[in-house]
């Protein structure tokens, strides 16, 4: 069965791989676009006279018989050297911008899961070509030049400003490539279709968005020169080609969001949250993370010189992919059977064919990598090599030795892209490393973009193409030599990522506890062997991390670290406690009202009515807690089960500790035909403000949490794995992760939360658990307050009629087994 679902996931992955390959955008193919978009008459004025003194043809020197175009003989098929460079920056200009997708492709992925984004994204691919299409049609697409018949020389339908052309050109450019870099990100649904292979699953979308779709726009040219089709027809046939073919099989091929998370599931054996990246919040604090990694002090400068170095590196590769057209026709003189005229071609082809083998073949190498930093020097030591080929060829009029210098390129680039993805992992921590590496590439392209300006502007001084080239290849290949020397003479790649503040306390709260110490003892392993393991971004590191910290002895370990900790807290703070929990008593008494029924109630008293009354044990009949019931049950269905017992009130006994604590217990008593008096419904609630600063009711890892289960006294054996179970383990994590509660908490500011409300199943229906939510109803009333409380599905009924209404509604699904969670509130009456 594994082995026919692994087969399958290559199907589906090597057909959607087709598909992104033919949604490809424009800056993969820039070189033969530009052609293209000049011939059909984008910026057609910078050639016109009226521009001659203000624009770059006046330093150029054009004049009719400068031609860039495959066939110099037709200026129908040509352009001049000033349109063809304005055309070029442009290009690269907003290339740039373009990286910035690189920053939130994660959290587009988060929102929509990898088969709508692909979808998506081929349906924006088409609409920018859409938006070309009609921009050509409106200039006159083939027109010849020479009449220059209005502003832009080509006869179009209407007169277009050269500021309204740039804006539609710049518009549809990056249309088309926010469209195909959607698609892109299709490959990120397969990473839990094969673990193992991730690397080269990442590579395969690098690959199509760099290398692979270049062929494009030649195939384009062909069918054009076949066919007889202008630029605007093919361009609008193509998009619906996208659209229709491409998105049709992205659909069909690449997981959904729901299938991806299921994979996740059983890969790791723990659900992964559904949203990584919350809000523009949760984005700008994954964009400030990302500066502080890069910005650590401990690596500061290290990264700044990095940066340079890639940016150096980046440039030639950038030159030929945007310029070889004019480049080959000064080194062949416009001599050789046009084999000059074709060097932008060449490198295209060879560009795809690395896109092809090269970049899957370094997946599959990095897959097998033990450490990020393995091969990293081997990659610098070949960059060098790449940019001294081309930095002593790239002037040779030699058919042959400019295919050499072509294949030097794209290797440069190749290993540069690669070099910036294994960087971006050995520096940061793996919940940022996306984030990190789309940063990494904005900051050193946009570097490079100051590099690529100079270099038209070299243009414009000299009327040279090859003499920039050189300077850029020379700078880059000392560069990466220095570079070579420089991380060599001292060890500069650190053996775990820079952790942030707030890494170091994810990382801890998986243990339960707030330090790395704490959380290396509870995983009874040295702090580093933790790190290093926590860093890692395989599968099976990931799997076994999880499986210590739901181990049995890690269980254990948690209690000893809550007990050590707690007996640590200053008299000050036991006494601050303490006052608190007077001063909450004290202001708020029983109303009138209640004050027959209800009392201030404890741990102790009301640890039997709340855990009765959730698990539903005792064979007392009557309903428990549908949520809970979905968790445990996952353990076994029999409540009085004594292991399902236990667990159940080692997740609710530290509750109702710091429920006591820090906010206030309520409790209905009643006496039995006995005369003893029994608690018959009980109340956790917690006034305005005093919520834990994440708005929970107790941090995990905090001091609260650490002072509940000393007090209680017991292991939390519902987080042991070995007792528990894998299933119930799932159903827990995916409880705490999707329902979102506290920070839902935490953004709707203060109010009356009621945490924690039962009725014993003996006196179910008897209206007691209505009169304590009247009592804390009368509270908030008094201090001008809302209530709310969370909920299982099947319970929102009952708080409607006890005037709540719902504020938002989550349903969680574990292998097909779904629970709905609701957030409710009862607003404040003036």
């Not at 969001?257 to 299921?262: C, M």
């Amino acid at each position: 069965s594994s082995s026919s679902s692994s087969l399958t996931s290559w199907i589906r992955l090597l057909t959607f791989f087709i598909a992104s390959v033919i949604a490809g955008g424009i800056m993969p193919g820039q070189n033969e676009y530009n052609r293209l978009f000049c011939e059909a008459g984008i910026f057609r004025y910078a050639c016109h006279e009226e521009f001659a003194d203000s624009s770059i043809t006046a330093t150029l020197d054009y004049d009719a018989s400068d031609t860039i175009g495959h066939d110099s003989d037709s200026a129908s098929s040509s352009c001049c050297p000033a349109q063809w460079l304005l055309i070029a920056n442009t290009m690269n200009s907003l290339s740039m911008f373009v990286t910035f997708l690189f920053l939130l492709s994660g959290i587009m992925f988060d929102i929509l899961g990898g088969r709508k984004c692909a979808t998506l994204g081929c349906a924006i691919l088409s609409v920018g070509f859409g938006i070309l299409a009609v921009l050509l049609r409106l200039l006159g697409g083939d027109v010849d030049h020479a009449t220059n018949n209005g502003i832009n020389g080509g006869g179009g339908i209407m007169m277009i400003k050269p500021s309204v052309e740039t804006i539609l050109f710049a518009v549809g450019v990056l249309t088309c490539d926010v469209g195909s870099f959607f698609v892109y990100v299709g490959f990120y649904g397969f990473l839990f279709h094969l673990p193992t292979k991730q690397a080269l699953i990442l590579s395969l979308s690098n690959s199509c968005f760099f290398s692979c779709a270049s062929f494009l726009p030649i195939v384009i040219s062909g069918f054009m020169k076949v066919s007889g089709y202008n630029l605007p027809s093919v361009l609008l046939m193509y998009g619906v080609i996208v659209l229709i073919g491409s998105g049709g099989v992205c659909w069909v091929t690449v997981p959904s969001l729901e299938e991806y998370h299921s994979n996740a599931l059983l890969v790791l054996g723990l659900p992964i949250p559904r949203r990584t990246v919350k809000g523009w919040e949760g984005m700008k604090k994954q964009l400030v993370g990302a500066k502080k990694v890069l910005t650590h002090p401990d690596h500061a400068m290290f990264h700044k010189i990095s940066m340079v170095v890639l940016a150096m590196g980046w440039v030639p590769a950038f030159v030929y992919m945007s310029m070889a057209d004019p480049l080959g026709q000064e080194i062949f003189g416009g001599e050789g059977g046009g084999i000059g005229l074709s060097l932008g071609v060449s490198f295209l082809k060879i560009n795809t064919l690395f896109g092809f083998l090269v970049g899957p073949a370094c997946g599959v190498l990095v897959d097998k990598f033990q450490h990020p930093s393995d091969g990293l020097i081997e990659i610098c030591m070949l960059m060098t090599v790449s940019l001294a080929v081309v930095t002593l060829l790239c002037g040779v009029a030699s058919w042959m030795v400019q295919i050499v210098v072509l294949i030097f390129v794209c290797i440069s680039q190749t290993m540069q892209l690669l070099f910036a993805m294994r960087y971006a992992v050995l520096f940061s921590y793996p919940n940022r490393v996306g984030v990190v590496t789309g940063a990494l590439i904005f900051v050193f392209g946009t570097l490079s973009l100051v590099l690529i300006l100079l270099v038209s502007l070299i243009i414009v001084i000299t009327k040279s193409y090859l003499l920039p080239v050189r300077i850029v290849s020379t700078i880059g290949m000392m560069a990466w030599a220095a570079y070579v020397v420089y991380i060599k003479r001292e060890e500069r790649f650190p053996a775990s990522p820079t952790l942030l503040p707030e890494d170091e306390i994810e990382i801890a709260k998986n243990f339960g506890v707030s330090t790395i110490e704490d959380a290396a003892y509870v995983a009874d392993m040295s702090p580093d062997a933790l790190l290093k393991l926590s860093a890692s971004t395989k599968v099976a590191d990931l799997r076994r991390l999880s499986d210590i910290a739901l181990s049995g002895g890690a269980c254990e370990r948690i209690l000893h670290v809550a007990r050590r900790n707690s007996s640590r807290m200053s008299s000050e703070d036991v006494q601050r406690r303490r006052s608190s929990q007077i001063s909450i008593q004290e202001e708020f008494p029983v109303p009138d009202f209640a004050w027959d029924k209800v009392r201030k109630g404890c741990f102790e008293s009301s640890f039997d009515c709340i855990t009765t009354a959730f698990n539903g044990h005792g064979g007392f009949g009557g309903s428990n807690e549908p949520s809970v019931d979905w968790m445990f049950s996952a353990m076994t269905n029999d409540r009085d089960d004594p292991i399902r017992v236990e667990a159940f009130g080692s997740f609710l006994g530290p509750m109702l500790v710091v429920s006591e604590t820090y906010g206030m217990i309520l409790e209905v008593v009643v006496n039995d035909e006995s005369g003893r008096t029994n608690v018959a419904a009980s109340c956790a609630c917690y006034p305005p403000g005093t919520l834990d600063s994440d708005g929970s009711t107790m941090k995990a890892g905090g001091d609260r949490y650490h002072f509940g289960l000393a007090t209680y006294g017991l292991a939390p054996t519902f987080t042991n794995k070995e007792i528990t179970g894998e299933a119930f383990v799932q159903r827990l994590a995916a409880f705490k992760q999707d329902s979102e509660w506290d920070q839902r908490r935490k953004d709707y500011g203060e109010m009356w939360y009621i945490g924690l409300l039962g009725t014993h199943p003996k006196y179910q229906g008897s209206g007691y658990g209505r009169l304590l939510l009247d009592v804390v109803s009368n509270y908030a009333q008094e201090t001008k307050h809302d209530c709310y409380l969370e909920c299982s599905g099947p319970n929102i009924a009952f708080y409607k009629r006890c005037g709540y209404d719902v504020l938002w509604k989550n349903e969680i699904t574990i292998h097909g087994d779904s629970i709905v969670l609701a957030g409710m509130v009862k607003k404040y009456q003036a």
